[in-house]
């Protein structure tokens, strides 16, 4: 057996590269893999995802010195471990929460609530009076319906409307379920005026993963014909959340961040400093800060095709396989490469978390899988689905 992992898909030249000058040679960062091994030579009995808070605090600084003007709120959705958030509340980082069992673990942390947006576009009357209740001041919205809704619990309650904006690019695309189009915002900006509501804001999501800049062009340029609609209509807009997306190298070309900083701080070179201007990175931060481990159960041939299924699959947090999302997957053994399918340990025929990827085919029972990079949406997608536990996190 090899002491150091194989990794199969190494980087290969594909179109994109060869057209593209949006991607360039920033060298990105990864766990250092010394670390997994000396992180299984404590024991395995489950996967894990071993995550090195040094990167996300490298990670941090380098999106602030690459956007100063823009005020990182994490998205707590990609890895809500105490552990992550309490590295990122040292570095200065805010929040961006889903549900208000993420704003109880921030407040658990002692987090202002002043601090954290509610950028769930539609939330429940009980959720908002929570959350308000607990001092949260700022909420999006994408309909005259969750406009009403939150005007009815917090009559003054600050809010930013979520516009579409393209995904073109985005390998986890987030359009099409929340985001309006420019017309439909006449129709949010007359009930605000009219409810006299504090409409302050707008937003929108270019897809997670998103590996085409001008997608943050679009959006930050959709937000000012937004703003100007609100002046226009006696509002006073003062936050711009450019949302999440920032992407982290798996095997397909990105652009760094500093990449997309170029396109995102000239176009905020007219936002008035009156406007707060912040983002809600997720991935970007945790990502590249993990590495997440599990192994072989065990191997079949069916039909002529060989499927390998490991212990943890799409329930145990191998989710974005399953749209498109490809890791940079390492093993131990060293045979010839042929095409496999991957799936995961439980009885349900959707847990087939890749297929047709390549594995050397000398793969067996107990082997461990190492994928890079995966610090994010993994533990926080895992169910314990089938009686299979969830997979812990190893903070270094
Ligand atoms: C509202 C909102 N903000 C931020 C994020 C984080 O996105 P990313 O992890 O791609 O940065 C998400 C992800 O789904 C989201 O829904």
């Not at 509340?89 to 002692?110: N, P, R, T, V, Y």
């Not at 340029?221 to 006073?236: N, S």
Request: proline share 6%; aromatic share 10%.
């Amino acid at each position: 057996m090899a002491v150091r992992p194989v990794a199969f898909r190494k980087q290969q030249p594909t179109p994109e590269t060869e057209q593209s000058q949006l991607f360039d040679t920033h060298p990105e960062v990864r766990l250092d893999f010394s670390h997994v091994r000396d992180a299984l030579k404590q024991g395995y009995s489950k996967p894990f995802l071993l995550i090195d808070t040094d990167i996300v605090r490298a990670k941090v600084r380098r999106f602030k010195a690459a956007m100063p003007r823009v005020h990182p709120h994490y998205a707590v959705k990609a890895n809500p471990d105490l552990r992550v958030l309490k590295t990122l509340i040292e570095e200065g980082a805010g929040f961006e929460i889903a549900s208000i069992a993420e704003l109880d673990l921030l407040l658990k942390l002692k987090v202002p609530a002043a601090e954290v947006y509610y950028s769930n576009p539609v939330k429940s009357s009980d959720s908002i009076r929570y959350a308000v209740g607990k001092g949260v001041e700022w909420f999006a919205l994408d309909s005259v319906e969750e406009l009403r809704k939150l005007a009815s619990v917090k009559a003054d309650a600050k809010l930013y409307v979520r516009i579409e904006a393209p995904n073109v690019g985005s390998d986890w695309p987030l359009a099409g379920k929340f985001g309006m189009k420019a017309a439909e915002v006449d129709a949010i900006v007359a009930e605000a005026v009219a409810l006299k509501a504090d409409l302050a804001g707008v937003t929108f999501h270019v897809g997670s993963q998103c590996r085409n800049p001008e997608n943050w062009r679009a959006g930050i340029q959709g937000a000012k014909r937004v703003f100007k609609k609100m002046r226009l209509a006696g509002l006073k807009p003062r936050l711009l959340n450019i949302g999440g997306g920032y992407p982290v190298r798996h095997v397909k070309p990105i652009p760094s961040i500093e990449k997309i900083a170029e396109v995102v701080n000239h176009a905020l070179r007219d936002v008035p400093q009156s406007v707060l201007v912040m983002a809600e990175p997720g991935r970007y931060f945790v990502s590249d800060a993990g590495f997440f481990v599990c192994r072989v159960v065990g191997t079949a041939t069916r039909s002529g095709k060989r499927w390998m299924y490991w212990d943890a699959g799409v329930f145990g947090g191998i989710l974005e396989t399953t749209e498109g999302l490809r890791y940079d997957v390492l093993t131990d053994r060293t045979g010839k490469l042929i095409p496999w399918n991957i799936a995961g340990p439980t009885c349900d025929a959707v847990d087939v978390c890749m297929r047709d990827e390549v594995f050397p085919e000398d793969m067996e029972e107990g082997d461990f899988i190492y994928i890079a990079n995966a610090g994010a949406y993994t533990t926080a997608y895992a169910s314990n689905f089938n009686g299979f536990p969830l997979p812990e996190v190893r903070v270094i």
